[in-house]
């Protein structure tokens, strides 16, 4: 797909056993296409109009995924082992950098990177004849 030149990182939510809370899994991305822009709504109940960053984010299949199979989020929620894979749904985080490491949490990665988003949808789009992708949306 044309412009699709960015590096982001996806982080799947995953229940740790031991804890119960919620460990964040990381993927890098590479070649795929980051869109930002400003929003805003009428909420009376902050006292008026509310700003917001709205994110398109386009991930071609055909994108670098570092070795990382795509699973849908039942798949990916039933597997006992996600290391090869990478899954997109509600709630997860993506960050428009090449992020690593551990420990993780949505708080943080929103206090380190200006651009990062919660995903709000997701289709997909890889059953055209062309430019197969899946396109994101978050804020």
Known sequence: MKLCSDTITVFNARVDPETGGNVWVPTVIAGAGWYMTDASTVDASKGGLVAANRATIRIPAEADF??????D????????????????????????????????????????????????????????PRAAHWRVTGT
């Open 73 to 128: 989020p039942v798949r990916y929620a039933s597997a006992g082992d996600v290391s090869g894979l990478w899954t997109l749904k509600g709630g997860d985080i993506v960050v428009k950098a090449a992020v690593n490491g551990a420990d993780w949490t949505p708080a943080r990665l929103k206090a380190a990177y200006a651009e990062c988003v919660t995903v709000l949808a997701v289709t997909d789009n890889r059953r055209g």
């Open 66 to 71: 570092g070795g990382k199979a795509y699973a």
